[in-house]
């Protein structure tokens, strides 16, 4: 049984569908990469499943189970004691996503008492030992420190470290690197990796870097314009894109566009709440369009790679 | 802090000549003085008029007078009335304990329902609670105090004779004045009413004073905790699986309380503008009723060093509220 189970997840705010019709599923300890442009539906389907869409957004699915359990049926009470504990999230922002007006160590030490996670008397040691797991130097003297206080990469450290206090089978990762210095990037992704190969956690990764999920990521899933367009293992779907575009994404990859004199992109943009197309949502930029991509969108199909593609690359049209 | 306190302490100076200044030139600006109102319409000899005058150094030019008064200022005198002949100083002791009571009780008042229902509203937002409060506390917020205290008298004292009409305490009550608080005096006193009688003539003054901070209050508090509920760490509150009350008072409304903090520092100058209207309706003995008497009878030392004392009181507050902002706020703490 798989950890995370989610089919044909729905996320509309108003008239706008964020997120239209995706499926996500998350095995126990594998990474999945969850790429798409911006506005693609990536973070609402994770804030969806953490049960933070609020009003006016409303959340349907015909299936979204965690760990067997029927997320959408459980009360808010239950849920929230499953949210934080066995599922938890991190950022993008780290500094504003931790509250300017309490110390740090103060910030990880509640979710420890919001779920029991330890004794009383040991929060204060295991809040220094999580902070030292997520690399923070001379963590017993950094427990009184204000976010203010502390670099971006420090703070995405604590943002961390609160996120695995109850040991989450589940963790979220919602581009945790965007807002950091190219330098630090690199570290956090190590931090999370080894985290979660250490811990044998699920890690769900949302990032629009190829060359992050290149490096980290078993399995990827693409979004588009709030659908999902392709999934497959990380190596298939880099040597064998289906979607065009997948491909498209692949292309723009500087490492990819060596010698040519321009870097490829990809025309125009993602589809907004009143220009979304009939038919395919990506082909007013597909290069590959035909006819009927333009009249009827096409279903999900496949097994081990599965994509929405009518006339898919790597196979006869 | 040593430093930021320093300078605060010297910008007291400047604030304190506009103070007197602006007092004088209004005072001044009304016709009569002390002596003509004092002698009324019966008339004075044109003689004992100037010898009077002189003695009070009205005869002096303008800008005379008020260098002497600055004089007088800075050497640590305020002078006494024109009217009791009792040092201003003295006055404004005895009578200053009946005005910080009221006020007191004005501002938790305002406290105590505002900012709850700010916090209600914010985060019911867009529903019918939130629109019906704001309106009312537009209402609130413009009412004229003069018109709402008579209209309370009227309800509530005169129509339905819950609460009594005017004054402290009632008359047959005799409480010695320790500490000048009469909900402290009457607390300790032997008489058995007379906690009862004074809480029973506080309550309509301090509705009547507290109706527009409490307005503002709300208002403010809404406003900014609107704000703070959009921000990055809620939604991280909220994802650690805390309860939503305590994602609004721990994490929101701690947040909130920075900007609501200013407001109630500001309220308190308004606070003490509207005493002087509530004690005339009252006929409550504190320092608004003397200053308005003050006024009526051209008592002008009285009137000028009333006015400069409550100016440093409001300064003072303001000091406070700065200082106490760094304590909610730690990013303007070193």
Not at chain 1, 184 to 193: C, G
Not at chain 2, 172 to 188: K, N, Q, R, T
Not at chain 2, 215 to 226: E, F, G, V
């Amino acid at each position: 049984m798989a950890l995370l189970e989610i089919r044909n997840l729905v996320v509309e705010f108003g008239r706008f569908r964020a997120v239209d019709g995706v499926d996500l599923t998350v095995e126990a300890g594998e990474i999945l990469c969850v790429v798409g442009e911006s506005g693609s539906g990536k973070s609402v389907s994770m804030l969806a499943v953490m049960g933070l869409i609020g009003w006016p957004g409303k959340v349907s699915a015909d299936v979204m189970r965690f760990d067997g359990i029927d997320l959408l049926g459980l009360s808010p009470r239950a849920r929230r004691k499953l949210v934080g504990r066995d599922i938890a999230m991190v950022f993008q922002e780290p500094t504003t996503s931790l509250n300017p007006c309490y110390p740090v160590g103060w910030q990880i030490a509640e979710s420890l008492r919001a779920h029991n996670a330890v004794p009383r008397a040991q929060v204060r040691d295991r809040v220094i030992e999580l902070l030292d797991q997520v690399g923070i130097p001379a963590p017993a003297s950094r427990l009184g420190a204000f976010p203010h206080q502390l670099s971006g990469g420090m703070n995405q450290r604590v943002m961390i470290a609160m996120a695995i206090s109850c040991n989450p089978r589940l963790l979220i990762a919602d581009e945790p690197t965007t807002a950091l210095d190219v330098t630090i990037q690199k570290q956090i992704l190590d931090l999370l990796v080894d985290l979660q190969s250490k811990r044998g956690m699920a890690l769900a990764l949302i990032t629009h870097d190829m060359g992050v999920v290149a490096e980290t990521a078993h399995r990827v899933q693409v979004m588009y314009a709030g659908q999902m367009v392709e999934e497959q293992p990380t190596e298939a779907l880099f040597t064998k894109p289906h979607h065009p575009y997948t491909a498209a994404l692949l292309a723009a990859l500087p490492e990819r566009a060596m010698g040519a004199s321009r870097l490829p992109t990809i025309p125009g943009m993602v589809p907004g709440i009143d220009d979304r197309p009939v038919g395919c949502l990506f082909n007013p930029r597909c290069g590959r369009v035909q006819e009927i991509c333009r009249t009827s969108a096409p279903p999900l199909i496949g097994e081990a790679a599965k994509f929405r593609c009518y006339f898919p690359l790597g196979e006869s049209a | 802090m040593l430093r930021f306190l320093l300078r605060r302490v010297t910008l007291i100076i400047p604030t304190f000549i506009g103070v007197t200044l602006a007092s004088f030139l209004l005072i001044h600006a009304v016709p009569g003085d002390p002596i003509e109102v004092r002698v009324g319409e019966h008339g004075i000899a044109p003689e004992r008029l100037a010898i009077l005058r002189h003695e009070f150094g009205l005869d002096q030019p303008l800008w005379k007078q008020f260098a002497d008064y600055e004089v007088q200022v800075a050497s640590g005198h305020l002078g006494a009335s024109t009217v009791t002949h009792q040092p201003v100083w003295d006055e404004f002791l005895t009578l200053f304990p009946a005005t910080v009571e009221l006020s007191v009780c004005a501002l938790i008042f305002a406290l105590v329902i505002g900012l709850p229902l700010g916090v209600i509203a914010a985060v019911k937002r867009g529903t019918a609670f939130d629109y019906g409060l704001m309106g009312v506390s537009v209402t609130g917020a413009s009412m004229p105090i003069f018109w709402w205290g008579l209209m309370m008298i009227l309800v509530f004292s005169v129509s339905l004779g819950w609460t009594p009409v005017a004054g402290r305490i009632g008359d047959a009550f005799f409480v010695e004045p320790w500490s000048g608080f009469m909900l402290i005096d009457s607390w300790f006193s032997d008489d058995d009413g007379a906690f009862a009688s004074a809480v029973s003539h506080l309550i309509l003054p301090t509705i009547v004073l507290g109706t527009i901070p409490l307005a503002t209050i709300a208002r403010m508090t809404r406003s900014a905790m609107l704000e703070v509920l959009g921000d990055d760490f809620i939604r991280t509150a909220r994802a650690k699986g805390l309860s939503p009350l305590r994602v609004v008072i721990v994490h929101a409304l701690r947040n909130a309380l920075i900007p609501v903090v200013t407001v109630i520092g500001l309220q308190v100058g308004a606070l003490l503008g509207g005493a002087i209207l509530t004690e005339t309706i009252f006929a409550w003995p504190g320092v608004g009723h003397w200053l308005i008497e003050a006024i009526q009878r051209r008592d002008y030392p009285v009137l000028q060093g009333g006015t400069l004392l409550i100016a440093v009181l409001v300064m003072a507050v303001n000091l406070g509220v700065d200082v106490t902002y760094g304590f909610l706020n730690p990013r303007i703490r070193k």
